[in-house]
């Protein structure tokens, strides 16, 4: 079945900078990669996803890249706020056979420090 | 429109009872997906309904069990409850078994 691989398990940056996560996928035919963000107490809250047929989304401070072919992709945030501290989640299914079971990776815990 | 619900949202429970879980979806969404998180094993599937009928099963023992019901509400159960069952169990509603997932709050589930 499907592995989703992240990276780094923690992440601590100053507020304005630039955070990355990355994370690789091993099922070439997943097609549907989510990012979802976790705060403590919380259940997941998606903040951006893409598909297999575009290689980068962005939506204000969040971008996603897709490598397919590498099979990985990375979550950026720029100007990083103390309120983007909590923990990231990839995900990655295959839309037609799959329906919405998703393979989650093992999180980031990213801390934004004032 | 109201997010995904779950009740109830804390529960504890000893070893060897059984447990069930209710989750109404977003209002529209018709595929309900549960998922248990752990600080071991993280977010795992466990299984997924769409239109009353189970999609997807999950590597988890036949003591997980779920059902969804015609308005799309869905309950998960949980039999004969070991320590190791102590989770946040996680309900995520979509418009169909190919949509964006949004999920609930979550139950915690203590098994003492």
């Given at each position: ?66 490598n397919k072919t590498a099979k990985h992709f990375s979550l950026h945030i720029t100007e990083t706020q103390p309120e983007d501290s909590a ?28 | ?112």
């Amino acid at each position: 079945g499907e592995n989703v691989e992240q990276h780094p398990s923690t992440l601590s940056v100053q507020e304005g900078d630039s955070a990355v996560i990355k994370c690789t996928y091993s099922d070439s035919a997943s097609n549907y990669f989510p990012w979802y963000k976790q705060e403590l107490g919380k259940g997941p809250q998606l903040i951006i996803d893409i598909r297999s047929n575009v290689g980068e989304k962005k939506d204000q401070r969040i971008a996603v890249t897709l490598n397919k072919t590498a099979k990985h992709f990375s979550l950026h945030i720029t100007e990083t706020q103390p309120e983007d501290s909590a923990v990231y989640f990839c995900a990655a299914s295959i839309r037609e056979t799959s329906g919405s079971r998703l393979t989650f990776g093992e999180g980031t815990q990213l801390t934004v420090n004032p | 429109k109201a997010g995904v619900t779950q009740t109830p949202r804390y529960l504890i429970k000893t070893r060897g009872q059984q447990v069930t879980l209710s989750c109404s979806p977003i209002s529209g969404h018709r595929s309900v997906s549960w998922y248990q998180q752990t600080p071991g094993q993280g977010l795992q599937f466990l299984f997924e309904y769409f239109s009353e009928t189970q999609r997807n099963k999950g590597n988890f023992p036949g003591r997980f069990s779920g059902r969804q019901f015609s308005n799309s509400r869905s309950e998960m159960n949980v039999s004969t409850l070991e320590l190791g069952d102590s989770a946040l169990y996680l309900c995520a509603s979509s418009r169909t078994d190919r949509d964006t997932q949004y999920f609930g709050p979550g139950t915690r589930l203590t098994v003492l």
